[in-house]
């Protein structure tokens, strides 16, 4: 999609000979070598200093190109790869600057991306759904209701309040309280999965939660279109991811909290770092027995459920936070990585050991993700950083 602005600037380019009318040789210049599925800009419109300037970069002055040829090789300041989609097709530059910045993007889980041993020491810097990035690109969002980012962060100051202190329901989740009809939906299309989800909804099953399955795996249709209005007929939704890493949070909360229910979260993650207190139940701390449990108190006590709804009186979750997307004014993390490229501000390291970090907890006493989850789901060792 062009837009009207991206016109003016076009046309204007077009009909002079020196495309210095709309690069300096200022503009930080950024090759996409491998795209994400396909988009050279992962879905940054075009990539154009133009765009950065619309979505409220303080940096505007980059360009994100997936055009090898538009530019010699040398004078980009920064390759992105996105190593979800690594493969010896896309083959490596043949030129490489001491001061070009190869950047590791995935929002894949680490268990999901292997990384080849040729590429240990061949990033710079990283953007991915890790909290402790050069970049940090999140699957999910939440802010204060004055517009601060409020998680996912190390160590959020959520607001406590009183259990019993007054407060009103947004009109749209009394209703959609008032119009639930099932317990629980799981939304789901890949069947056999490294966290065993599928055991732990068999489990629950077995112990008395209807669970509605959605998908590939299930018996019952929808499109993404009608997802949300779905699930807001569902006391609960399953957000199980499908591997346990560290800071993996994709979507699935951001479409369980969005449909006005509560989601029940099997997640890698320290929730802490993501969610308000009391606004979910965790899957992986409690285990099957007690989140079936907590299920059922939640649906026979009306006051109970509607408290899981509190934090709508502090936080809000924005509009479009899927595939990476629906960021507000300035943050995007393209935004970031502009500024950065200005400012000559990341921390760099020359043998910086790609694998290593990804394969490791961010206090490095164990595994970013947890291999394979124990059927019992109860072991002591079952909590993240399982060796
Ligand atoms: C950038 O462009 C300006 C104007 O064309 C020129 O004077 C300057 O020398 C250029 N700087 C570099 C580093 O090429
Ligand atoms: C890539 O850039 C070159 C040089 O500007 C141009 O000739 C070519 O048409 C571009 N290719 C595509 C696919 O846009
Ligand atoms: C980026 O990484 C490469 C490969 O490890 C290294 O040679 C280069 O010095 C690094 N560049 C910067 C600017 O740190
Ligand atoms: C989760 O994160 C919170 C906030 O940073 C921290 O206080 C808590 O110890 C963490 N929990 C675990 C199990 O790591
Ligand atoms: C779900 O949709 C597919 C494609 O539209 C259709 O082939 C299939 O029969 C449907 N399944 C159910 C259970 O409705």
Same mark, same amino acid.
């Given at each position: 999609?062009?837009?009207?602005? *991206?016109?003016?600037?076009?046309?204007?380019?077009?009909?002079?000979?020196?495309?210095?009318?709309?690069?300096?040789?200022?503009?930080?210049?950024?090759?996409?070598?491998?795209?994400?599925?396909? +988009? $050279?800009?992962?879905?940054?419109?075009?990539?154009?200093?133009?765009?950065?300037?619309?979505?409220?970069?303080?940096?505007?002055?980059?360009?994100?190109? #997936?055009?090898?040829?538009?530019?010699?090789?040398?004078?980009?300041?920064?390759?992105?790869?996105?190593?979800?989609?690594?493969?010896?097709?896309?083959?490596?530059?043949?030129?490489?600057?001491?001061?070009?910045?190869?950047?590791?993007?995935?929002?894949?889980?680490?268990?999901?991306?292997?990384?080849?041993?040729?590429?240990?020491?061949?990033?710079?810097?990283?953007? $991915?759904?890790?909290?402790?990035? +050069?970049?940090?690109?999140?699957?999910?969002?939440?802010?204060?209701?004055?517009?601060?980012?409020?998680?996912?962060?190390?160590?959020?100051?959520?607001?406590?309040?009183?259990?019993?202190?007054?407060?009103?329901?947004?009109?749209?989740?009394?209703?959609?309280?008032?119009?639930?009809?099932?317990?629980?939906?799981?939304?789901?299309?890949?069947?056999?999965?490294?966290?065993?989800?599928? *055991?732990?909804?068999?489990?629950?099953?077995?112990?008395?939660?209807?669970?509605?399955?959605? =998908?590939?795996? =299930?018996?019952?249709?929808?499109?993404?279109?009608? #997802?949300?209005?779905?699930?807001?007929?569902?006391?609960?939704?399953?957000?199980?991811?499908?591997?346990?890493?560290?800071?993996?949070? $994709?979507?699935?909360?951001?479409?369980?909290?969005?449909?006005?229910?509560?989601?029940?979260?099997?997640?890698?993650?320290?929730?802490?770092?993501?969610?308000?207190?009391?606004?979910?139940?965790?899957?992986?701390?409690? =285990?099957?027995?007690?989140?079936?449990?907590?299920?059922?108190?939640?649906?026979?006590?009306?006051?109970?459920?509607?408290?899981?709804?509190?934090?709508?009186?502090?936080?809000?979750?924005?509009? #479009?936070?899927?595939?990476?997307? =629906?960021?507000?004014?300035?943050?995007?993390?393209?935004?970031?990585?502009?500024?950065?490229?200005?400012?000559?501000?990341?921390?760099?390291?020359?043998?910086?050991?790609?694998?290593?970090?990804?394969?490791?907890?961010?206090?490095?006493?164990?595994?970013?993700?947890?291999?394979?989850?124990?059927?019992?789901?109860?072991?002591?060792?079952?909590?993240? #950083?399982?060796?």
């Amino acid at each position: 999609m062009l837009n009207f602005s *991206y016109w003016i600037l076009y046309i204007a380019c077009a009909s002079f000979v020196d495309p210095s009318y709309c690069l300096s040789n200022k503009t930080k210049l950024i090759l996409t070598w491998i795209p994400f599925y396909g +988009d $050279t800009t992962f879905l940054f419109g075009d990539g154009s200093p133009e765009h950065f300037r619309s979505a409220g970069c303080p940096y505007f002055d980059c360009k994100i190109t #997936g055009n090898k040829s538009e530019f010699p090789l040398e004078t980009f300041d920064a390759l992105l790869f996105h190593a979800a989609e690594s493969h010896p097709r896309f083959g490596t530059p043949n030129i490489r600057l001491p001061n070009q910045l190869y950047v590791f993007v995935c929002f894949e889980s680490s268990q999901n991306t292997l990384i080849a041993e040729s590429k240990r020491h061949f990033y710079n810097v990283t953007m $991915t759904y890790r909290l402790d990035s +050069d970049i940090a690109w999140t699957n999910f969002r939440m802010y204060t209701k004055t517009g601060t980012l409020m998680a996912p962060k190390f160590n959020p100051k959520w607001k406590l309040r009183e259990p019993e202190s007054e407060f009103l329901l947004p009109e749209s989740i009394s209703v959609a309280i008032e119009t639930k009809k099932y317990m629980a939906a799981w939304f789901v299309s890949h069947c056999n999965t490294v966290s065993r989800r599928e *055991y732990f909804v068999k489990k629950l099953i077995a112990l008395g939660i209807d669970v509605h399955v959605y =998908g590939r795996c =299930g018996n019952l249709n929808c499109s993404r279109a009608d #997802g949300l209005e779905i699930a807001s007929q569902y006391y609960f939704y399953l957000a199980f991811e499908n591997s346990l890493c560290e800071d993996y949070l $994709t979507e699935k909360t951001w479409r369980a909290l969005k449909s006005g229910t509560v989601p029940v979260v099997l997640s890698g993650a320290n929730l802490t770092r993501f969610l308000p207190p009391n606004s979910y139940i965790d899957a992986r701390k409690l =285990g099957p027995e007690r989140v079936a449990e907590e299920m059922k108190r939640l649906i026979s006590d009306r006051a109970l459920y509607e408290n899981k709804f509190r934090w709508h009186q502090d936080y809000e979750t924005p509009e #479009g936070q899927s595939e990476g997307q =629906g960021w507000k004014m300035g943050e995007h993390p393209f935004c970031k990585l502009c500024e950065a490229l200005h400012t000559d501000s990341f921390k760099k390291s020359k043998a910086f050991d790609v694998i290593k970090w990804w394969e490791s907890s961010q206090s490095g006493d164990g595994k970013s993700c947890i291999l394979k989850a124990p059927l019992d789901w109860f072991s002591n060792n079952f909590r993240y #950083g399982w060796k």
